[in-house]
């Protein structure tokens, strides 16, 4: 499974983005997806995830009620939206991937097989 993140940017405090990753190499609706972040000299960690039908999602508390992870699986796409950005939002983002067979730790990286390269959201305070 490869899967390409696009969508980040500079947004100042306050603003708003809307990240994608594209999976291709095998059938997206066999996959969980999530999103991690990367904050420069932090640890890379666990932002939202969604089930292979969209029917469960989950968020870490740092970002529930502003951001909201979705996945259209006709274009075998996952997207992050991202409202009310803060300082503390910037991050290189991460797509990732876990067929669904296999998805028992939803949260944590290590519960993923797949990654995208990363995407860097900027925001400006």
């Known amino acids: 499974v490869q899967l390409v993140e696009s969508g980040g940017g500079l947004v100042q405090a306050g603003g708003s983005l809307r990240l994608s990753c594209a999976a291709s190499?095998?059938?997206?609706?066999?996959?969980?997806m999530a999103w991690f972040r990367q904050a420069p000299g932090k640890v890379r960690e666990f932002v939202a995830s969604?089930?292979?039908?969209?029917?469960?999602?989950l968020y870490s508390d740092s970002v529930k009620g502003r951001f909201t992870i979705s996945r259209d699986n006709a274009k075998n796409t996952v997207y992050l939206q991202m409202n009310s950005l803060k300082s503390e939002d910037t991050a290189v983002y991460y797509c990732?991937?876990?067929?669904?067979?296999?998805?028992?730790?939803?949260?944590?990286?290590?519960?993923?097989?797949?990654w995208g390269q990363g995407t860097l959201v900027t925001v400006s305070s």
């Open positions: 990732a991937a876990q067929h669904r067979t296999q998805w028992l730790q939803p949260t944590r990286d290590k519960g993923y097989t797949y």
């Open positions: 190499g095998d059938t997206f609706s066999n996959y969980a």
């Open positions: 969604i089930g292979w039908n969209g029917g469960t999602t």
